[in-house]
């Protein structure tokens, strides 16, 4: 049998948006987030280890279905900046929404899931501290990802 790679983690998430500056404008509102760069017709939203690329040109229709999710490390902060820029979520619970060109986008407090970065990784974000709920550490002991 051929070897097959193992899937490790995500590196980015690409999303097509109308226009970049509104992009940029529009998650600025919402996250506290640093720019990693540019490329013509495209935006790089720096995530530690990881980023989200945003490509100008939106051209196909909002897709209802298809969502990702981003790890933060407040999720009630975020749900009220998405409320302070008129943005339709759940006044408690999940936290999912739109983006204004059809990206969906759900929200995932960093303590609640088995998704972890590296020590070196948040302190390099200055997130020292961040911790995981029991829940979240339970799963990852179940995996043998923690003692």
């Known amino acids: 049998m051929t070897r097959r790679a193992r899937l490790l983690g995500v590196n980015h998430v690409a999303l097509e948006v109308g226009s970049l500056a509104d992009a940029l ?9 640093t720019l990693r760069g540019r490329a013509p017709g495209m935006a790089f939203i720096d995530l530690g280890d990881q980023f989200i ?50 990206n969906n986008v759900q929200i995932v407090g960093y303590r609640d899931v088995q998704f972890t970065k590296a020590p070196e990784i948040l302190r390099g974000m200055e997130l020292e501290g961040l911790e995981k709920s029991e829940r979240a550490r339970e799963e990852l002991r179940a995996k043998g990802l923690l003692p």
Do not use: C, M, N, T
Not at 25 to 33: A, T
């Open 25 to 33: 404008e529009f998650y600025g509102r919402v996250f506290d987030f």
């Open 53 to 102: 690329a945003l490509s100008e040109g939106r051209e196909a229709p909002p897709d209802r279905e298809r969502h990702f999710g981003l790890v933060v490390d407040d999720k009630e902060a975020a749900r009220a900046a998405l409320q302070a820029a008129g943005v339709a979520v759940r006044p408690s619970g999940a936290v999912d929404f739109a983006d204004p060109w059809g």
